[in-house]
């Protein structure tokens, strides 16, 4: 099983969906259970071994760089979009220069979950075949995910192969906003703002996107109503 120590974090969104929550930080420091969105990422990817993190930042940015700056158990490196936001795809592509060509996790800060019997990222990296994949999704359960408001994303075909769900018919599976991506999924990637979707699609194509269904209870923190039915599902500190 390879390893993979590395990680970007998304935190550049302008949380307008969790406003008011957001009106005075940026949403990876609105909190769920004690902890802000990003520690609940940042302890989830130093568990799994992940020693190097990089932030993309723009609202309210100052404020995630001072919070960050506490942290002392993994590198974290700022990718600052304060001048332009990039994107999901954008951001990804300034961020490369730091992953030295090798595969790494992105996670969405407005994602959380309870772990089932094995650990999901762990899992994921030794259900990771850089042989065979570009990119590698963690899905989650239609039947179980909390605070997501879509039909469902993707489809689990032969082998772990994932295609729209749209598209094609099947069990639809949310996206987690995690996954484990390799460098040359980005390769000759529109320059400037870009959605990663652009790069998926290709990558569907050349039967190089996989899937894995998480193994527990995935919350998408999206919005102030989805953050209480997150903090009753985890329990609140009193």
């Given at each position: 099983?390879?390893?993979?120590?590395?990680?970007?974090?998304?935190?550049?969104?302008?949380?307008?969906?969790?406003?008011?929550?957001?009106?005075?930080?940026?949403?990876?420091?609105v909190t769920v259970a004690g902890r802000t969105l990003i520690d609940h990422s940042i302890d989830r990817l130093a568990?799994?071994?992940?020693?190097?993190?990089?932030?993309?930042?723009?609202?309210?940015?100052?404020?995630?760089?001072?919070?960050?700056?506490?942290?002392?158990?993994?590198?974290?490196?700022?990718?600052?979009?304060?001048?332009?936001?990039?994107?999901?795809?954008?951001?990804?592509v300034k961020a490369l220069p730091h992953f030295g060509g090798k595969p790494f996790f992105v996670l969405n800060s407005?994602?959380?979950?309870?772990?089932?019997?094995?650990?999901?990222?762990?899992?994921?990296?030794?259900?990771?075949?850089?042989e065979r994949m570009d990119g590698l999704l963690l899905l989650a359960d239609m039947q179980t995910a909390m605070g997501?408001?879509?039909?469902?994303?993707?489809?689990?075909?032969?082998?772990?192969?994932?295609?729209?769900?749209?598209?094609?018919?099947?069990?639809?599976?949310?996206?987690?906003?995690?996954?484990?991506?390799?460098?040359?999924?980005?390769?000759?990637?529109?320059?400037?703002?870009?959605?990663?979707?652009?790069?998926?699609?290709?990558?569907?194509?050349?039967?190089?996107?996989?899937?894995?269904?998480?193994?527990?209870?995935?919350?998408?923190?999206?919005?102030?109503?989805?953050?209480?039915?997150?903090?009753?599902?985890?329990?609140?500190?009193?």
């Amino acid at each position: 099983m390879s390893q993979i120590t590395a990680a970007m974090i998304m935190g550049a969104g302008l949380g307008l969906r969790m406003r008011p929550l957001t009106d005075d930080r940026p949403k990876p420091l609105v909190t769920v259970a004690g902890r802000t969105l990003i520690d609940h990422s940042i302890d989830r990817l130093a568990e799994a071994g992940v020693t190097r993190i990089v932030v993309n930042l723009h609202y309210k940015g100052e404020m995630l760089r001072a919070h960050l700056a506490r942290r002392r158990d993994v590198e974290i490196i700022l990718s600052d979009e304060s001048d332009r936001l990039l994107d999901t795809g954008g951001g990804v592509v300034k961020a490369l220069p730091h992953f030295g060509g090798k595969p790494f996790f992105v996670l969405n800060s407005d994602s959380v979950w309870v772990e089932g019997a094995a650990a999901a990222l762990p899992a994921m990296i030794e259900h990771w075949n850089p042989e065979r994949m570009d990119g590698l999704l963690l899905l989650a359960d239609m039947q179980t995910a909390m605070g997501y408001e879509g039909m469902g994303d993707f489809v689990l075909k032969a082998e772990g192969h994932v295609l729209r769900a749209r598209d094609h018919a099947g069990a639809a599976y949310a996206y987690s906003g995690v996954q484990i991506a390799h460098p040359r999924m980005f390769e000759n990637a529109p320059e400037g703002p870009f959605t990663t979707n652009l790069m998926w699609d290709r990558a569907i194509a050349q039967g190089r996107l996989f899937g894995t269904v998480l193994d527990g209870v995935w919350i998408h923190v999206g919005t102030p109503q989805a953050r209480e039915e997150a903090e009753a599902y985890l329990g609140a500190p009193a």
